[in-house]
């Protein structure tokens, strides 16, 4: 097993928080040429780390925690009502797992970033962001693509490790906004973890001042990185 010890780092300069507004982020930066397996990034992610593209990073900020890498334990996880709700609203959808990039993604991907993130920082949709998310020479990833009459709804990215999925960045079409497709795509993932016998899936960061953030805390029980621990968080 390697040494993630031995990796280098670097810190980022600092530049506008892409989640609170009036703050600035850094990051600390694992140097490319010292991360590029899946043995060292399934150690990184257990200490806050997080893919994005090629580049593992996390936050480093001074004067601000906010952010706070958040997994479930899918051995114990039990939906809740709503949850349940949201699995039956969408009984009609057809899910599919497969390993390679779809050449559709993109018009989906786009459709998603221009009506839902036109006010973001990935927006106008390219198809150099969409490979941050789909693209890892050194990871083996997973497409959770689900389908309604025949048509792509939906896209939930996931990276595989050892012993855990990591829930990279989901997309659907907006017209299906009602059927709280992000939530569906986390419970599939969960679905998934539990079909591989993993014992966690990784759902990034949560972050408890960002409204968009909060669905993540509703999957319980959930564990946050804090003070270099992972703590349980009960509903």
């Given at each position: 097993?390697?040494?993630?010890y031995q990796l280098k780092l670097g810190?980022?300069?600092?530049?506008?928080?892409?989640?609170?507004?009036?703050?600035?982020?850094?990051?600390?930066?694992?140097?490319?040429?010292?991360?590029?397996?899946?043995?060292?990034?399934?150690?990184?992610?257990?200490?806050?780390?997080?893919?994005?593209?090629?580049?593992?990073?996390?936050?480093?900020?001074?004067?601000?925690?906010?952010?706070?890498?958040?997994?479930?334990?899918?051995?114990?996880?039990?939906?809740?009502?709503?949850?349940?709700?949201?699995?039956?609203?969408?009984?009609?959808?057809?899910?599919?797992?497969?390993?390679?990039?779809?050449?559709?993604?993109?018009?989906?991907?786009?459709?998603?970033?221009?009506?839902?993130?036109a006010d973001g920082s990935m927006f106008?949709?390219?198809?150099?962001?969409?490979?941050?998310?789909?693209?890892?020479?050194?990871?083996?990833?997973?497409?959770?693509?689900?389908?309604?009459?025949?048509?792509?709804?939906?896209?939930?990215?996931?990276?595989?490790?050892?012993?855990?999925?990591?829930?990279?960045?989901?997309?659907?079409?907006?017209?299906?906004?009602?059927?709280?497709?992000?939530?569906?795509?986390?419970l599939q993932q969960i679905k998934l973890?539990?079909?591989?016998?993993?014992?966690?899936?990784?759902?990034?960061?949560?972050?408890?001042?960002?409204?968009?953030?909060?669905?993540?805390?509703?999957?319980?029980?959930?564990?946050?990185?804090?003070?270099?621990?992972?703590?349980?968080?009960?509903?």
């Amino acid at each position: 097993m390697s040494d993630i010890y031995q990796l280098k780092l670097g810190v980022t300069s600092e530049f506008d928080c892409s989640y609170l507004p009036q703050r600035r982020e850094q990051l600390l930066v694992v140097h490319p040429q010292t991360q590029n397996s899946s043995d060292v990034y399934g150690q990184l992610i257990a200490k806050g780390f997080r893919r994005g593209g090629e580049d593992t990073y996390r936050p480093y900020c001074p004067t601000c925690d906010a952010c706070q890498s958040i997994r479930l334990d899918v051995e114990t996880f039990v939906p809740s009502k709503s949850q349940k709700r949201i699995q039956a609203r969408n009984k009609d959808i057809e899910v599919v797992i497969s390993d390679q990039v779809q050449s559709q993604y993109f018009n989906l991907y786009s459709r998603y970033i221009t009506n839902r993130h036109a006010d973001g920082s990935m927006f106008p949709p390219t198809e150099a962001t969409l490979a941050t998310f789909t693209q890892c020479s050194w990871l083996e990833r997973y497409f959770i693509e689900s389908y309604l009459d025949g048509n792509l709804i939906s896209v939930a990215v996931c990276d595989s490790l050892d012993n855990a999925l990591s829930a990279v960045y989901t997309f659907f079409d907006p017209e299906y906004d009602k059927r709280s497709l992000g939530q569906f795509n986390i419970l599939q993932q969960i679905k998934l973890a539990q079909q591989q016998a993993k014992r966690y899936l990784y759902l990034g960061y949560q972050i408890d001042e960002c409204a968009a953030m909060n669905y993540k805390k509703n999957f319980t029980p959930n564990e946050r990185f804090i003070d270099q621990q992972w703590i349980k968080f009960k509903k």
